[in-house]
């Protein structure tokens, strides 16, 4: 891909899509442009490519846009998928993480914000990763013995869950869930994907990714 052609990446290095997407990007080797975003002070290149302007955003060449995490890690392993994740997909452990467990998620992590009982909300999402370590305990990934999407599509948000009160995260009797997590955290991959942009500004010098 000439510098031209590539894709730009619209991603904030904290979001949990924004990583599953860089994550796929990343495995990929799929060069984009990378421009961090400020949630408080987006851009209007993002308003105008997704009205929506949720990160990740991925705008290709041919000026078509993928405004969804899960999309944008389809298209990239579509293109070139070395480690076969596709072959590790779970659309429905997928959807589940995405709708009730990251509900909970929320409601454990931003009590304030959603006016919620967090211990409730920690309690459902509980049962979510009790699902995954009983997975766990009989294939180190979600989906067989290597990482795949459904690993990598739901690591970002079992990470954010286990950080809102790590060392009660640590006690927990979930063994497998907490060897994967651990895992995936240590990855080469994961730190490759968290490098530290600082925010993109119109006319700026790109920063690019997976290069
Ligand atoms: N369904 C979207 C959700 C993306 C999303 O909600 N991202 C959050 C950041 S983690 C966001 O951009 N929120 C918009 C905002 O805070 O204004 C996807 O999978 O890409």
């Known amino acids: ?12 290095r904290r979001c949990p899509y924004a990583m599953r997407a860089r994550l796929a ?3 990929s080797e799929t060069r984009c442009q990378l421009r961090e975003v400020k949630l408080s002070e987006k851009p209007a290149a993002l308003i105008a490519a997704s ?5 990740p955003v991925l705008v290709l060449p041919d000026g078509t846009v993928i405004d969804e995490s899960i999309d944008v890690m389809r298209w990239a392993l579509a293109r070139n998928d070395p480690e ?8 429905a452990l997928i959807a589940a993480n995405d709708r009730s467990f990251k509900h909970a998620l929320d409601r454990y992590k931003y ?10 909300h920690r309690e459902s999402g509980l049962e979510f990763l009790r699902e995954l ?3 766990l305990a009989t294939a180190s990934q979600l989906c067989g013995a290597d990482r795949g999407l459904a690993d990598m599509a739901v690591f970002p948000f079992v990470r954010q869950f286990a950080a809102v009160d790590r060392e009660w995260f640590n006690t927990l ?9 651990a895992g995936h955290l240590t990855s080469d991959l994961f730190a490759a994907i968290m490098m530290r942009p600082k925010p993109w500004a119109e006319g700026d010098a790109p920063i690019w990714f997976a290069d």
């Open 111 to 120: 009590p304030d914000r959603h006016r919620s009982k967090p211990l409730e």
């Open 25 to 27: 990007l990343m495995v």
């Open 84 to 91: 076969n994740w596709l072959n590790r997909d779970d659309p």
């Open 51 to 55: 009205a929506k302007a949720t990160v």
């Open 1 to 12: 891909m000439t510098n031209s052609a590539a894709p730009v990446l619209y991603s904030f």
């Open 133 to 135: 370590d009983a997975r």
């Open 173 to 181: 009797p979930l063994p497998h869930l907490q060897r994967w997590l």
